[in-house]
T-cell receptor, first 115, second 111 residues
Framework: DGGITQSPKYLFRKEGQNVTLSCEQN?????MYWYRQDPGQGLRLIYY???????QKGDIAEGYSVSREKKESFPLTVTSAQKNPTAFYLC??????????????FGPGTRLTVL | GENVEQHPSTLSVQEGDSAVIKCTYS??????FPWYKQELGKRPQLIID?????GEKKDQRIAVTLNKTAKHFSLHITETQPEDSAVYFC??????????FGAGTQVVVTP
């Protein structure tokens, strides 16, 4: 688990601001993911990427954007269009290869609070 | 798309008893089914997983069973201990690497 990091641990945002959450992995994993977790709920997929320079929308992509310019990095931007962004955000990676996806390793998470 | 349902949402067991959590999935293309344990404020940790070509897998006190025909899989924890108290999530993944998680089960093991 030490191979995937997220920063910052806590983030406070004013309404109307965009913020970017960092996710880095040194596991040489192809696939990376962003999830949102709300109290008492499971993990909901925001975006995922199976390869550099390519990503797909998950179930709740509206108001979020991502980029995958490097294999080890998958930053998530929470835009002002996201109406209720206060949540715990988890990044994950997996070795990934078409037809055989493996264990996801999770980062420690970023708790975002909108003031 | 895939939809994963998980039951129960909360489970209280006496120490030493068994706990069973059940999940169903909708996409017959799903072929990988992990279970994660998440303690309060921490990241989810994989505890066991199973692939679609296997019906059952065991690791000490934890076992997972998969019924592909019925599209359901279950987590079994035997001889529960207080440190098993946590939230448990099931998930299903297809060949494209898209994971869908269940809503979670809060397990409380009372001494």
């Amino acid at each position: 688990d030490g191979g995937i990091t997220q920063s910052p641990k806590y983030l406070f945002r004013k309404e109307g601001q965009n913020v970017t959450l960092s996710c880095e992995q040194n596991l040489n994993h192809d696939a990376m993911y962003w999830y949102r977790q709300d109290p008492g709920q499971g993990l909901r997929l925001i975006y995922y990427s199976q390869i550099v320079n390519d990503f797909q929308k998950g179930d709740i992509a509206e108001g979020y954007s991502v980029s995958r310019e490097k294999k080890e990095s998958f930053p998530l931007t929470v835009t002002s269009a996201q109406k209720n962004p206060t949540a715990f955000y988890l990044c994950a990676s997996s070795m990934g290869s078409s037809g055989s996806y493996n264990e996801q390793f999770f980062g420690p998470g970023t708790r975002l609070t909108v003031l | 798309g895939e939809n994963v349902e998980q039951h129960p949402s909360t489970l209280s067991v006496q120490e030493g008893d068994s706990a069973v959590i059940k999940c169903t999935y909708s996409d017959s293309a799903s072929n990988y089914f992990p279970w994660y344990k998440q303690e309060l404020g921490k990241r989810p940790q994989l505890i066991i997983d199973i692939r679609s070509n296997v019906g059952e897998k065991k690791d000490q006190r934890i076992a997972v069973t998969l019924n592909k025909t019925a599209k359901h899989f279950s987590l079994h924890i035997t001889e529960t201990q207080p440190e098993d108290s946590a939230v448990y999530f099931c998930a299903a993944s297809d060949s494209w690497g898209k994971f869908q998680f269940g809503a979670g089960t809060q397990v409380v093991v009372t001494p």
